[in-house]
């Protein structure tokens, strides 16, 4: 069974690489945030967009895009993300551009909003291209 898009859905996200594609816990919500895309100049730039994708018993997609609002994580590609529980992803490290990153943030995807997690201890130095897992305890 192919998966396609609905033709003309303006939701779905612009072709990008270097993203993270995060199934949330019970399967059914799929998180995409970041990558390199083209800017608005049309040259690459890192994006910072989050967008939810559902697929649907027969096979459609459906994209929406995130609306968020308040503080945000820097544009960003080659982070690592993992799902928390059914609405949370969480985001760390990447790059954009020669700037690599070890901040780390909570995307609550039902609320829309992002927070700056709080991290105890001392945080590894800053790195892209790099992978995680989250188990449960």
Known sequence: MALAATAGDSSSPLPRSGHTFTTLAGGDVHVLFGGTGL???GKAA?????HTCRVAA?????????????????????????ALDSRRLLVWGGIERKCRFNDCW??????QRWTAAEVRGTLPQPRAHHTG???PA
Do not use: K, M
């Not at 890192?46 to 989050?50: H, N, P, R, T, V």
């Not at 909570?106 to 609320?111: G, P, R, T």
């Open 58 to 82: 027969d096979g459609s997609v459906s994209w929406q895009a995130l609306s968020v609002q308040g503080p945000s994580p820097a544009p960003r590609a080659r982070h690592t993300a993992v």
């Open 39 to 41: 800017g608005a100049d």
């Open 133 to 135: 897992e989250c188990r």
């Open 46 to 50: 890192a994006l910072g967009d989050a």
């Open 106 to 111: 909570v995307l609550d995807v039902a609320a």
